[in-house]
């Protein structure tokens, strides 16, 4: 099972800030899995946005980026401060 973290707004859009996820073998990379976990979600589009970034396995990726089952992958929307 993948180890999923939501940041900031993303884990009230998903209704958690983690969780451990079966992901389906037709999910084979980065961007299959924002288009999956964002129609699982009923996020409207969130996990879609380009300002969106994802880590798989405490590295910063580019879609499309390969994903397996095993992997910790963390979706990061932008953060302003001041």
């Given at each position: ?67 397996s089952?095993?992997?910790e ?10």
């Amino acid at each position: 099972m993948a180890d999923i973290l939501y940041f900031g707004r993303l884990g009230d859009v998903a209704g958690t800030h983690s969780e451990n996820l079966d992901i389906p073998a037709t999910v084979a990379d980065t961007a299959a899995l924002r288009r999956w976990i964002d129609t699982e979600k009923s996020a409207g589009g969130a996990f879609l946005e380009a300002s969106v970034r994802l880590a798989v396995n405490s590295e910063i990726v580019v879609d499309p980026h390969p994903i397996s089952p095993s992997d910790e992958i963390a979706f990061m929307p932008p953060v302003g401060g001041g």
